[in-house]
């Protein structure tokens, strides 16, 4: 028997809300043989985040800007600007602020 294998096309008709913004999952959580992973593409507007939100990481996380800008800042130390083809990765406990300064279409895979 083969492995579960994941397959989409980005379409903003299949997305649905999340806690900010919306997401069109790839892999959702718990979806195959490996519960801690998912994946999809996360849009937010600075309409849908008109404030900075707080963030604690429940899983580990990497994740790449298609197009927008997001500030992330780490509680207590380093902030980031990412921009179209950023990336960045956080591992799971990490406290962060993050500020929609732009339009953002991001892809994220939690692991």
Same mark, same amino acid.
């Given at each position: 028997?083969?492995?579960?294998? @994941?397959?989409?096309?980005?379409?903003?008709?299949?997305?649905?809300?999340?806690?900010?913004?919306?997401?069109?999952?790839?892999?959702?959580?718990?979806?195959?043989?490996?519960?801690?992973?998912?994946?999809?593409?996360? !849009?937010?507007?600075?309409?849908?985040?008109?404030?900075?939100?707080?963030?604690?990481?429940?899983?580990?996380?990497?994740?790449?800007?298609?197009e927008g800008q997001l500030r992330i800042e780490i509680i207590g130390a380093e902030t980031f600007d990412l921009t179209d083809g950023s990336m960045?990765?956080?591992?799971?406990?990490?406290?962060?602020?993050?500020?929609?300064?732009?339009?953002? !279409?991001?892809? @994220?895979?939690?692991?």
């Amino acid at each position: 028997m083969s492995a579960p294998t @994941f397959h989409a096309t980005t379409d903003p008709e299949r997305a649905e809300p999340f806690a900010v913004g919306q997401v069109q999952w790839l892999r959702k959580p718990g979806d195959g043989d490996r519960l801690a992973l998912s994946g999809g593409i996360w !849009t937010v507007t600075p309409e849908e985040a008109p404030d900075p939100f707080d963030l604690a990481f429940e899983e580990d996380e990497t994740l790449y800007i298609v197009e927008g800008q997001l500030r992330i800042e780490i509680i207590g130390a380093e902030t980031f600007d990412l921009t179209d083809g950023s990336m960045a990765s956080f591992n799971k406990g990490a406290k962060t602020r993050w500020t929609v300064v732009k339009p953002t !279409t991001e892809f @994220f895979v939690y692991s």
